[in-house]
Every structure is written in C-alpha cells, then in structure tokens.
C-alpha cells in the first residue's frame, strides 16, 4: 500500500504549449502517478490525448483494453497503439477542463510496464461528457524515464492545463 507521494514536477502552462515533457524521471521509487486537468485548442468538444513513454513511438510496443461512456453511448475495445486517450475541446462548455490520471506501478523494473488512466472530459451538458477507463501495457524492459503528454499535431493545450508527477515510495 502506497504511503508517501512525492511531487517530482508540475506544470502550469502559462500560455499554450503543443505538449509537457517529464524528463530524467528518477529511479527512487516504486510506482508513479501523473495528474492533470488539461484543455485542448482542437475545435471540437472531444481531443485526442496522445502520450508517449521514453520517447518510443512503436505502436506494437503499446496495447490497450478501454471501457468509455461518451453522452449516451458506452462503448469498448482493445488495440495497439501508443498511449491514447481524451480531453477536453474548444468547443466544450468555456472554462471546463479535463481531468485525468495516470497511475504506473514498478516503473522501474525490468519487466513489461502495465498501466491504467482514468479520464473524465468535462463540458458541463447533458449530451457531451465522457468518462473512460484504460488499461495499458508498454512492452518495454526499460525503466520508464520520459513521459510526453500532447494533443494532436498541430492542436496545444491552452493556457491554465495543469499536471503533475508524483512518485510513491511503497514500504
């Protein structure tokens, strides 16, 4: 059971950014959680979130199982691609943000890394809102030691997206 969370870096954009590097991630603990509540410029409601792990961009390196409930609809399924999720639009209610979370255990050891984020992308209605949950597996040997957050090419996250890295030292 996890006992001690340690911020390792935040970051509060203060204009638009196209995406959030964690970088030199030490090796000093046992799990880490990524925390954020983030907004896109994508003229939309709903905008892909893109995460990459150590740089690497193989899609066979990534799988996935999702279970998704968006307005009416629930829906899911399973692939191999990097690590993908949603947030929130520029057409969403203004001043909504998405939150999400990211928790991965044993980041360090030299095993497959398995993962799970839960996400919920807010707009404030009654018919665009989506809640999802993931479970991911980066078939690496590496320890995880970069972490990249980005909307879709040329889409930034906006001003006032927030996230944080924290490590959990378990005894």
Avoid: C, H
């Amino acid at each position: 059971m996890a006992n001690t969370y340690t911020l390792i870096s935040s970051n509060v954009l203060g204009s638009a950014a196209a995406s959030v590097t964690f970088s030199s991630i030490p090796a000093t603990y046992t799990d880490l959680v990524l925390r954020a509540t983030a907004r896109s410029s994508v003229a939309g409601v709903f905008s892909d979130l893109v995460t990459t792990i150590n740089n690497d961009t193989t899609s066979a390196n990534y799988s996935f199982t999702y279970l998704n409930g968006q307005s009416t609809t629930a829906s899911s399924g399973r692939g191999n691609q990097q690590v993908n999720d949603s947030l929130t639009g520029d057409n969403a209610t203004a001043s909504t943000f998405s939150s999400f979370e990211y928790y991965i255990p044993s980041y360090t050891v030299s095993q497959f890394k398995p993962f799970s984020i839960i996400s919920n992308v807010e707009n404030n209605s009654a018919t665009d809102y989506s809640e999802e949950v993931v479970a991911y597996l980066y078939r690496s040997n590496t320890a995880i030691s970069t972490i990249k957050i980005a909307p879709p090419s040329g889409v930034n996250f906006v001003s006032g997206s927030s996230f944080y890295l924290y490590g959990i030292k378990n005894s």
